[in-house]
Antibody, heavy 120, light 107 residues
Framework: QVQLVQSGAEVRKPGASVKVSCKAS????????LHWVRQAPGQGLEWLGW????????KYAQRFQGRVTMTRDTSISTAYMELKRLRSDDTAVYYC?????????????WGQGTLVTVSS | DIQMTQSPSTLSASVGDRVTITCRAN??????LAWYQQKPGKAPKFLMY???TLVDGVPSRFSGSGSGTDFTLTISSLQPDDFATYYC?????????FGQGTKVEIK
């Protein structure tokens, strides 16, 4: 069965960086784009961008350009999302999610989420 | 990035009611629109894609329509399990912005 297992909760100070991992299983990792989405406490879903695990190609939401980097390691079917220069309003649950079909599109399977807390 | 606006933000309804949620894009996205349902403390659940195509296993009381910039999600007869927050997401031009969500609560 398809599973996306994310790394555990993180606490960072403002100005620091965080790197969240997402390990895929149950399907061919390089077949499906992965999106990264976050949700601040009590707020809605915010799209950060995607990575094509086959090529390493990425696209980031404009407001995160320059602060976010998405990478992958195909040998261990794992994707990573690094967010730099953290601020308190980056406190959120960060999700990875797999695209529904080959090629680009909406997502069907989600990771369990990783809580990132930014606090001095 | 394309902006998505949902309305209303909150909707109070009773079991059996017909419920409609609207999602508007600030530029045309053809039918590249998906809908998700989220319950507290859980990841979103994928309901629909291409504006009106139901995901396997989603009850037929859910339906979607629209193209271009204006879209709707309709629940024909609200059931207790449907009280949740609903999000639209556009996936045009390889981006993926979400609407701000519509919470469907018990009246």
């Amino acid at each position: 069965q398809v599973q996306l297992v994310q790394s555990g909760a993180e606490v960072r100070k403002p100005g620091a960086s965080v790197k969240v991992s997402c390990k895929a299983s149950g399907y061919t990792f390089t077949d499906r784009y992965l999106h990264w989405v976050r949700q601040a406490p009590g707020q809605g879903l915010e799209w950060l961008g995607w990575i094509n695990p086959n090529t390493g190609g990425t696209k980031y939401a404009q407001r995160f350009q320059g602060r976010v980097t998405m990478t992958r390691d195909t040998s261990i079917s794992t994707a990573y999302m690094e967010l730099k220069r953290l601020r308190s309003d980056d406190t959120a649950v960060y999700y990875c999610a797999r695209v529904f079909r080959r090629g680009y599109g909406p997502v069907d399977y989600w990771g369990q989420g990783t809580l990132v807390t930014v606090s001095s | 990035d394309i902006q998505m606006t949902q309305s209303p933000s909150t909707l109070s309804a009773s079991v059996g009611d017909r419920v409609t949620i609207t999602c508007r894009a600030n530029q045309t996205i053809s039918t590249w629109l998906a809908w998700y349902q989220q319950k507290p403390g859980k990841a979103p659940k994928f309901l629909m894609y291409k504006a009106s195509t139901l995901v396997d296993g989603v009850p037929s009381r859910f339906s979607g329509s629209g193209s271009g910039t204006d879209f709707t999600l309709t629940i024909s007869s609200l059931q207790p399990d449907d009280f949740a927050t609903y999000y639209c997401q556009q996936y045009n031009l390889y981006s993926g912005t979400f609407g701000q969500g519509t919470k469907v609560e018990i009246k």
